[in-house]
């Protein structure tokens, strides 16, 4: 098992920045992809970005450019780093990791844009 748990996610004015934090405990030998997803009210779960242990990363066409997507396998924490956010980007973004056939997700952090 793999326990997942995000911080930072708040109110933000329409150009600002947050920046997300996600630790990872438990059985994490071998964790391959982590990362981001969103859900905004009345939407689907969709993908925000990902990386993968070798630190390759994968970005919705609605983020790149803006959001940034790292690593710290020392401290086992993938980090969201949202720039020049839009009220678009209003929702519940949940942590996502993946261990072999396995994935876990985190409990999710609200992030609200204000226009």
């Known amino acids: 098992q793999v326990q997942l748990v995000e911080s930072g996610g708040g109110l933000v004015q329409a150009g600002g920045s947050l920046r997300l934090s996600c630790a990872a405990s438990?059985?994490?030998?071998?964790?391959?992809?982590m990362g981001w997803y969103r859900q905004a009210p009345g939407k689907q779960r969709e993908l925000v970005g990902l990386?993968?242990?070798?630190?390759?990363?994968n970005y919705a066409d609605s983020v790149k450019g803006r959001f940034t997507v790292s690593r710290d396998n020392a401290k086992n924490t993938v980090y969201l780093q949202m720039n020049s956010l839009k009220p678009e980007d209003t929702g519940v973004y949940y942590c996502y990791s993946q261990k072999g056939a396995y994935q876990y997700w985190g409990q999710g952090t609200q992030v609200t844009v204000s226009s």
């Open positions: 438990g059985n994490i030998f071998n964790i391959n992809a």
């Open positions: 990386i993968g242990s070798s630190g390759m990363t």
